[in-house]
C-alpha cells in the first residue's frame, strides 16, 4: 500500500514538474525582487539590485529538489531597465539550468513629479538546457527501450513578455511565460508526450497600505497562474507587513497556495481520492542599510506528503545606485515598497 501511495504521491509531482519549464514559480518573488517572475520589473525600483536565493526542500529526502537565483536587475537609462538572471534547479536525475537577459521600456503616464503612474513593458530571452540521468535506471530485469541508460541533454532558446502597472499603492503584473513552441526531440524519442506549448501566464494584483504614521505598512496581493496545455492552475493569497525603523525596515508575510488541479491519491488501498496540492509559507526579512536578508519556510498542507520536513528559503541581496534618475528627493509619494527601495 506504501509503495502505491508513494507512486501516486510522485505522479503529482511529476505533473508538477512538467509545468516548470524555465524557471520554477515558487515564492521568492515575495521575498527577493517582482523580476524573478515578471520581466517587466527590470529596473523598477530607485536602486539597482542584486538577489541571490537558495531553496531546498525536504532535508530528509535523497536527491530531494533544490533551486538556486543569481539576478541582477536595474535601471540604465531614465526610461529603460535591464536585468540578468541564472538559476539552477534540480530534482532527483532531473536537472535544469538557465539564463536570462531583459529589457524593460519604463513609460511614465504623469507629469507630476514623484507621484507614481507608470507602465513599464519587459522582455526576456532565455537559454535553458535540460539534463535527465538515466545512468542508474537501467535494470537489467526489464529492457525499456525509452531507458537510454545515458545523460540526455536539451537546449533550446524562449522568451518571455511582461507589462506592469504602477499607481502609487496599487500594482498590476501580467506575464507571458514560455512564449515560444519548442520541440523536444531528444526527450520525446519513444513518445510525444510532452507539448511543444507550455506557455504559462501568471498575473499578480496588490495595494499597499500606510497605517497611521508609525511606518506601519500593510500589502495585500494575489498571485494566478495558469498553464493551459497541462490544465494547471494555481493561486496565491499574499499577506505582507513592513515596519519602518531607524532607517532600515523589517517585513515579514503569510504566503497560502492552492493547485485547482487534483491529483489521485488512496490511503486505504481502495479508494482513490483527488488531492489538491496546498501549502502556507511564513516569511521574514529585513532591509539594513543596502543590505536584504529573508527567510521563507514553506509547509505543505496536503493528507499525502514525500515528507513533513518542508521547504526551506534564503535570500541574500544588495541594493546600489539609488536615485541616479531621481533628482535630489529620493523617494516617490506612495505606500510602494518594492518602488522606493
Known amino acids: 500500500m506504501k509503495a502505491k501511495i508513494t507512486l501516486l504521491a510522485l505522479f503529482g509531482i511529476f505533473q508538477t514538474l512538467l509545468s516548470q519549464e524555465g524557471l520554477p514559480t515558487y515564492q521568492d ?38 533551486l538556486a537565483t543569481a539576478s541582477i536587475n536595474g535601471r540604465i537609462r531614465n526610461n529603460i531597465g535591464a536585468g540578468i538572471l541564472a538559476f539552477s534547479d534540480t530534482n532527483g536525475n532531473f536537472s535544469q539550468n538557465g539564463f536570462y537577459a531583459t529589457f524593460s521600456y519604463h513609460l511614465n503616464l504623469t507629469s507630476r513629479q514623484l507621484s507614481l503612474n507608470r507602465i513599464i513593458f519587459g522582455v526576456s530571452g532565455a537559454v535553458i538546457q535540460q539534463k535527465i540521468d538515466e545512468r542508474d535506471l537501467i535494470n537489467p530485469r526489464f529492457n525499456d527501450p525509452a ?17 506592469s502597472y504602477l ?9 507571458v511565460k514560455n512564449a515560444l513552441s519548442i520541440s523536444k526531440l531528444r526527450f520525446n524519442s519513444f513518445s510525444n508526450t510532452e507539448p511543444e506549448t507550455q506557455r504559462r501566464f501568471i498575473s499578480t494584483i496588490g495595494y499597499t497600505l500606510g497605517v497611521g504614521d508609525n511606518g506601519l505598512s500593510f500589502e495585500p496581493s494575489f498571485l494566478y497562474l495558469t498553464t493551459p496545455s497541462i490544465n494547471e492552475q494555481l493561486m496565491d493569497v499574499n499577506a505582507k507587513i513592513y515596519k519602518s525603523f531607524n532607517g532600515n525596515k523589517f517585513w515579514g ?36 542599510k543596502d543590505f536584504v536578508f529573508a527567510y521563507t519556510y514553506t509547509n505543505q498542507l496536503n493528507e499525502v506528503t514525500i515528507s513533513n520536513a518542508g521547504f526551506h528559503q534564503i535570500t541574500l ?7 541616479k534618475y531621481r533628482g535630489a528627493e529620493k523617494r516617490w509619494h506612495c505606500n510602494c515598497p518594492a518602488i522606493n527601495d
Not at 36 to 64: C, K, Y
Not at 149 to 160: E, I, K, P, R, S
Not at 317 to 323: A, D, E, H, L, Q
Open 29 to 66: 518573488y515575495l521575498t527577493s525582487s517582482w523580476y524573478l517572475i515578471h520581466p517587466s520589473m527590470a529596473g523598477a525600483a530607485e536602486s539597482n539590485q542584486i538577489r541571490l536565493t537558495g531553496r531546498s526542500q525536504w532535508f530528509d529526502v535523497q536527491d530531494a529538489p533544490t
Open 147 to 163: 531507458i537510454t541508460g545515458n545523460v540526455l541533454a536539451d537546449n533550446y532558446f524562449d522568451t518571455d513578455f511582461g507589462v
Open 167 to 175: 499607481n502609487n499603492d496599487f500594482f498590476l503584473h501580467f506575464t
Open 253 to 288: 508575510g503569510l504566503s497560502y497556495r492552492v493547485n485547482f488541479e487534483g491529483t489521485p491519491i488512496t490511503t486505504d488501498n481502495q479508494t482513490v481520492e483527488e488531492q489538491r496540492f496546498q501549502s502556507i509559507s511564513p516569511f521574514v526579512g529585513m532591509n539594513y
Open 317 to 323: 541581496g544588495y541594493n546600489f545606485g539609488g536615485n
